[in-house]
């Protein structure tokens, strides 16, 4: 039994560092999606001529670019799947560190 004990203390190291590697992920990969957004809303700014352009509706039309760009779903996809990997192993996440909506740069 004695053999058993040390067990899960190699094994705390491990899935704190493979913790740690998917929270500097997620924040790649957030940090990613803001650079598409911007690059988006940008785009959006620049091209879109109409007397009805406000935050609300600029925010629809960028939300609906990105919902059509494969490269922010993707991302937006493996964030989600390394978000989840990494509540399992640290079930204690504090509380607010996550966006309502499942990603900050979504902006709702």
Partial sequence: MS???????????????????????????????EEIRAATEEEVLSKWQSPWKGADTVRA???????????????????????ATAAELSPQAPPGEASPTGHPAIGR
Avoid: Y
């Fill in 3 to 33: 053999e058993e004990q040390p067990e899960p203390e190699s094994r705390q190291p491990e899935s704190s560092q493979e913790l740690e590697s998917l929270r500097l992920e997620v924040e790649g990969l957030h940090k990613r999606m």
């Fill in 61 to 83: 039309k960028v939300d609906a670019r990105l919902a059509s760009n494969a490269e922010f779903r993707t991302i937006m996809t493996r964030a989600r799947t390394a978000e």
